[in-house]
């Protein structure tokens, strides 16, 4: 595993099981890129490294998992941060957007739906054979539903 110092400190794991040479180095410059920018592929373009490499590694390994989690809320806040330089200048439509992709709880459209009345399934559904003994019995000639 990589285990390089920066800035005197030696780099936390990155992955739970070992990869082929020179692949958790790319997955951390890739996760680096994702923290600032929020783009997944074009990351793993710039790293080195495919998408798939990311996407296998998210399924299957929760150290991996977490790291890209904490750069994802690196990048949330960049872009939060954008909003409201945004927001200063008038536009702050795309940003509301991206956001709610990245903290749908705090941006995400609050709607309730409520359904009064009573919907008789039992009934609907006889109905509905009915119907297609009919047409059955209408496509067959035989007027007989079989």
């Given at each position: 595993?990589?285990?390089?110092?920066?800035?005197?400190?030696?780099?936390?794991?990155?992955?739970?099981?070992?990869?082929?040479r020179?692949?958790?180095?790319k997955?951390?410059?890739?996760?680096?890129?994702?923290?600032?920018?929020?783009?997944?592929?074009?990351?793993?373009?710039?790293?080195?490294?495919?998408?798939?490499?990311?996407?296998?590694?998210?399924?299957?390994?929760?150290?991996?998992?977490?790291?890209?989690?904490?750069?994802?809320?690196?990048?949330?806040?960049?872009?939060?941060?954008?909003?409201?330089?945004f927001?200063?200048?008038g536009?702050?439509?795309?940003?509301?957007?991206?956001?709610?992709?990245?903290?749908?709880?705090?941006?995400?459209?609050?709607?309730?739906?409520?359904?009064?009345?009573?919907?008789?399934?039992?009934?609907?559904?006889?109905a509905?054979?009915?119907?297609?003994?009919?047409?059955?019995?209408?496509?067959?000639?035989?007027?007989?539903?079989?």
């Amino acid at each position: 595993m990589d285990t390089e110092e920066t800035d005197g400190q030696p780099l936390r794991p990155l992955i739970s099981k070992p990869a082929h040479r020179g692949t958790e180095a790319k997955l951390r410059v890739m996760l680096e890129l994702y923290g600032k920018t929020g783009r997944i592929i074009r990351s793993c373009e710039i790293a080195g490294i495919g998408w798939n490499v990311h996407f296998r590694r998210m399924q299957s390994d929760p150290v991996y998992r977490a790291a890209f989690e904490e750069a994802e809320q690196q990048a949330a806040q960049r872009l939060e941060d954008k909003v409201y330089e945004f927001a200063e200048a008038g536009d702050a439509a795309a940003a509301i957007a991206l956001l709610k992709r990245f903290r749908p709880t705090q941006y995400r459209e609050h709607t309730s739906i409520e359904h009064s009345g009573s919907i008789d399934l039992v009934a609907r559904m006889k109905a509905a054979d009915q119907r297609l003994i009919a047409l059955r019995s209408k496509n067959d000639g035989t007027g007989t539903g079989s």
